[in-house]
């Protein structure tokens, strides 16, 4: 029986995750680092909120704002049943999570990351509860996207994905529950292999970002074009995943346009330039 979900990271992620959490019942416990990102994961869980209810799809905003506490102690943790990470992708940094959580929640409760594209298993070797370990990955922004990839490493056990797949089901989404962890999941394997030839036809000068971005709305029916997506998920994010898919075997191509926008700290929606320009930072504006 899951009452309380912990929420650990308040970022692009994290917040919305949250916020699902709470618009399906389920008490949350949200922690970060620092008060800062706290502070700002409520308004943008407030905005969001106050957006549903302006389209009747909730009633009481602060009703479900109520059943979030945000604190930068793991204490809040203590009680909750589930547990669903999405700090940085940074393995030592997801162990360091992991660890903490394995120590101060009761030994019932299931430990689940959002990682995008680190293999579960590493994470769950940092735990004394490797089969109650999973990947639970959601898509930006949680509160509108259906889809949940439900991920075992090599360590979980059958309740604990049957019980995520429940929990998945309970908040609403559309879980896709994989056999294995393969690399890159499902979403991410498609995701990085378009972003792969959409890079290569403009590097080779075929197209510019602007035709195949009007190619991926007009013709593939993606909401989104696919340099526009990149920068909505964020350029870091993106080189990360397409470097752990090569490094695990996905075939790479020749394409320098991501990693150059990293270095020059161009990172998408949340730095407010990618390939395209934004209002502000963390401010998306269709383009
Ligand atoms: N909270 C509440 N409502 C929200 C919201 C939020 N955070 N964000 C958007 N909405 C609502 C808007 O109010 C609007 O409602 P309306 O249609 O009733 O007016 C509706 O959603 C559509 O939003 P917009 O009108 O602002 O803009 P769009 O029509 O362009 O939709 C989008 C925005 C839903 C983000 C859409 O463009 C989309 O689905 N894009 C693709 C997103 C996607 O593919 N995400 C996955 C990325 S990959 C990932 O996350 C995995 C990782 O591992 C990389």
Known sequence: ???????????????????????????????????DFLNRAKERITDSLNKLAEKKQINDPNAVLQKIEFNTSYDIAKDADFAIEAVPEKLELKKTVFKTLDSVMGSHAILATN????????????????????????????VIMKLVEVIPSKYTDQDTVDKTVELAKKMNKIPVSLKYEIPGFVSNRIFIRLLQEACREVEDKEATIE??????????????????????????????IWNVLTTRGTPDVKCSMFKAKVEEKNLGVKSGKGFYAYPAPGKYAKV
């Open 1 to 35: 029986m899951i009452r309380k979900i912990a929420v650990v990271g308040a970022g692009t992620m994290g917040h919305g995750i949250a916020e699902v959490a709470a618009l399906s019942g389920f008490e949350v416990a949200l922690i970060d680092v620092s008060w």
């Open 115 to 142: 990682t995008s594209s680190i293999p579960i298993s590493d994470i769950a070797e940092a735990t004394g509860r490797k089969q109650k370990v999973i990947g639970m990955h959601f898509f930006n922004p949680p």
């Open 211 to 240: 035709e195949v971005d009007s190619t991926a709305r007009n013709k593939l029916k993606l909401p989104m074009g696919l340099f526009e997506l990149a920068d909505y998920v964020g350029l870091d994010v993106v080189v990360d």
